[in-house]
């Protein structure tokens, strides 16, 4: 309720209007799929948190999105907040296929750009935009692709495979492709090898693109190999979490958490059976668990002991961990995550933390006081490297 409160001050602090000056041209226009709303997940998040940033510079800022049936366009400068209403916005464009027809969205975009006097435009995410909306607007606009997951990939974009929940690693087979795709949407045998097809042109064709970590930008140079990636960069996202002095983890670890949404693709069920494992061997171990996530698996959690904390405003992580003076956290997404804001977030707390070995979640992890765990060892690998740091009476990480 705080966040829907605090995003809805947000928004009422532009003054409706009908126009912006030209003389005051922004730059850059920041498109979005959805509402910039934190609680929605990562890219909302980052896009808040480098709109908070540029507002702290000084710096001016355009942002477009679908708000409450209508297209939006929020233009700020020099102090100055104004929000303009643009045209209708129809159901789509959704990230379900088959595609929605991208018309509307492409012509309320270059009414938006040419209302704000920008000379560039950036996407914040392909998911839930049309592809060949997007080849349209490369064609007439300087467009830069921000990539935070694996949307131009596959319309799922956390690869999870349906109906098993497994990572697919990234498949390429035709018919597994579609027998997953079809267990929510109703497309034909060859639509990923055709959308994959489109992503590649539009990734050829934009001004160029952006990731959030390394491994990101190499999983989609090799997943399209045949393009030329010298317009392709790194970009850590800004962070809303600040660090929290003065707290110490306890060495061993007595209180250990899970951090994430309780879903199973971040690997909630492993958590369970490690909860399972431990419980009753170690008494003195008191379990935790951060973040929203589905109903019936937190009250699985809660049933076996665990302290539900549920859902946490976006950057008070670090500070959540500090006051239940948590000692170790576990990380357990079983699909590559595009960046891992939890493993800064975790860092600013001091908090050591145990992850798997995929993704960017694995590369990052030694640089942050973390140790990684091989995938295939599961439930019962975290399990031993927390009985081994219990043992040996020092946890896992730095506490510098």
């Not at 989609?220 to 707290?247: I, K, Q």
Request: contains cysteine; proline residues 10%.
């Amino acid at each position: 309720m705080l966040d829907r409160l605090a995003e809805q001050a947000d928004r009422n602090s532009f003054t409706p209007s009908q126009d912006w000056p030209r003389d005051a041209a922004i730059p850059i226009l920041h498109v979005l799929a959805t509402a910039p709303s934190p609680r929605l997940g990562g890219v909302q998040t980052q896009l808040v948190a480098r709109r908070e940033r540029e507002r702290a510079a000084g710096r001016p800022f355009a942002l477009f999105y679908p708000q409450a049936g209508r297209y939006r366009l929020e233009l700020e400068c020099g102090g100055t907040r104004v929000a303009l209403d643009l045209a209708p916005a129809p159901a789509g464009p959704s990230e379900a296929p088959p595609e929605p027809e991208p018309g509307p969205w492409v012509r309320a975009i270059r009414d938006a750009f040419a209302r704000c006097g920008a000379s560039r435009l950036r996407i914040e995410g392909v998911a839930g935009l049309p592809f060949s909306g997007l080849l349209e607007l490369s064609a007439v606009l300087p467009l830069t692709l921000a990539i935070h997951d694996f949307a131009l990939f596959c319309p799922r974009p956390h690869l999870v495979e349906e109906p098993s929940g497994a990572f697919c690693h990234w498949s390429r087979d035709r018919a597994r492709c579609a027998a997953c795709l079809t267990q929510s949407w109703p497309v034909a045998p060859d639509y990923q090898p055709l959308r994959r097809t489109l992503a590649a042109r539009l990734l050829s064709r934009v001004e160029g693109a952006v990731f959030p970590s390394s491994f990101l930008l190499r999983a989609h140079l090799e997943l399209f190999s045949t393009l030329d990636a010298a317009r392709w960069r790194v970009e850590p996202p800004p962070l809303l979490a600040r660090p929290v002095p003065g707290y110490r983890p306890q060495d061993p670890p007595r209180r250990i958490a899970f951090v994430g949404a309780a879903k199973r693709f971040k690997g909630v069920d492993l958590f369970a059976e490690v909860v399972a494992n431990l419980g009753p061997r170690h008494p003195e171990i008191e379990w935790h668990a951060f973040g929203g996530g589905e109903p019936a698996l937190l009250r699985t959690l809660s049933a076996a002991g665990v302290l539900i904390h549920g859902y946490y405003r976006a950057g008070t992580l670090p500070a959540q961990l500090a006051r239940h003076r948590i000692d170790l956290a576990l990380l357990l997404s079983i699909v590559p995550e595009s960046y891992g804001l939890t493993l800064d977030e975790c860092a600013l707390a001091r908090v050591p933390f145990l992850t798997f070995d995929l993704g960017a979640q694995g590369e990052r992890a030694g640089a942050l006081g973390g140790r990684i765990v091989p995938l295939a060892e599961g439930a019962a690998g975290v399990a031993a490297r927390i009985v081994a740091a219990a043992d040996s009476g020092k946890a896992y990480g730095s506490r510098k």
